[in-house]
T-cell receptor, first 109, second 115 residues
Framework: AQRVTQPEKLLSVFKGAPVELKCNYS??????LFWYVQYSRQRLQLLLR??SRESIKGFTADLNKGETSFHLKKPFAQEEDSAMYYC???????????FGTGTRLKVLA | SAVISQKPSRDICQRGTSLTIQCQVD?????MFWYRQQPGQSLTLIAT?????????ESGFVIDKFPISRPNLTFSTLTVSNMSPEDSSIYLC????????????FGPGTRLTVL
């Protein structure tokens, strides 16, 4: 079955602490992996995609095909990182997204 | 980046009625999609809105319940028909490509409550 799993509904960390939001997937084929973020009162927006291998707002995510994971990491959390984070996958070129249930990140002062 | 608007932003409806949600984009886009997000759950793709032809529905979603129109490259509607409380959800429109290939821009969503 094709599935994206985000095991944590809520993750609370203190400002300046490292953050890791977990994402595991199940997909037959070669998926494209994404992280989308939704800040308070804003719409869902792309944070990063695995194929670009870039760092956005200090966040990085490495695709581990052996562990079928795409965890999102940031070495030092900031209060403005507080948001809802969704991991998603699509078949290459299909645009059909499968979303995880999301993790709410709270960064405490 | 594409600017997407949805109308209405929220509505409270009675059981058995229908609601049509509009999605307007400020530029022509190739792909338009409709998602549902039920309370406490993830986003689920309902269908791909195809310009000039019938929408392509995902497993579990049917045209009679969720008729979709896409008369041009900037506009689409989703109707939630014969509503029941289980249809209470946020309905989102998205378009692609959203800048990088395979990515999407999302609308602000329509929060629907069915009594």
């Amino acid at each position: 079955a094709q599935r994206v799993t985000q095991p944590e509904k809520l993750l609370s960390v203190f400002k300046g602490a490292p953050v890791e939001l977990k994402c595991n997937y199940s997909y037959s084929g070669s998926p494209e992996l994404f992280w989308y973020v939704q800040y308070s009162r804003q719409r869902l927006q792309l944070l990063l995609r695995h194929i670009s291998r870039e760092s956005i707002k200090g966040f990085t995510a490495d695709l581990n095909k052996g562990e079928t994971s795409f965890h999102l990491k940031k070495p030092f959390a900031q209060e403005e990182d507080s948001a809802m984070y969704y991991c998603a996958l699509s078949g290459s070129g299909t645009y059909k997204y499968i979303f995880g249930t999301g993790t709410r990140l709270k960064v405490l002062a | 980046s594409a600017v997407i608007s949805q109308k209405p932003s929220r509505d409270i409806c009675q059981r058995g009625t229908s609601l049509t949600i509009q999605c307007q984009v400020d530029s022509q886009v190739t792909m338009m999609f409709w998602y549902r997000q039920q309370p406490g759950q993830s986003l689920t793709l309902i269908a791909t809105a195809n310009q000039g032809s019938e929408a392509t529905y995902e497993s579990g979603f049917v045209i009679d319940k969720f008729p979709i129109s896409r008369p041009n490259l900037t506009f689409s509607t989703l109707t939630v028909s014969n509503m029941s409380p289980e249809d209470s959800s946020i309905y989102l429109c998205s378009v692609g490509p959203g800048g990088p290939p395979d990515t999407q821009y999302f609308g602000p969503g329509t929060r629907l409550t069915v009594l």
